[in-house]
């Protein structure tokens, strides 16, 4: 277990982690759930390969922790939608 300290620390990391895949178009959209269930929150990745999006969710911070896990679903979206 994590002291509030380093919990922090490591969160902040988390953070900046996506922050920096945002701005380089790779993280299109993120987000918690608003709900506390076993899943804590969404990516949606902009990659063109499953390798390429393991290799990011793999050097997070939590996740090199292993206190994250992760999923990858392949998805399209339908014709004429578009995110802001």
Not at 22 to 28: C, K, N, P, S, T
Not at 34 to 47: E, P, Q, S, T, V
């Amino acid at each position: 277990r994590l002291d509030s300290a380093t919990s922090a620390t490591v969160q902040q990391a988390h953070l900046d982690h996506q922050a920096m895949q945002a701005e380089r178009g790779l993280i299109v959209m993120a987000g918690p759930f608003g709900d506390n269930g076993n899943w804590r929150g969404l990516l949606l990745y902009d990659c063109d390969t499953r390798e390429e999006v393991v290799g990011y969710l793999e050097s997070d911070p939590w996740v090199k922790r292993g206190k994250l896990g992760y999923e990858i679903h392949p998805w399209w979206g339908a014709v004429g939608t578009r995110l802001p």
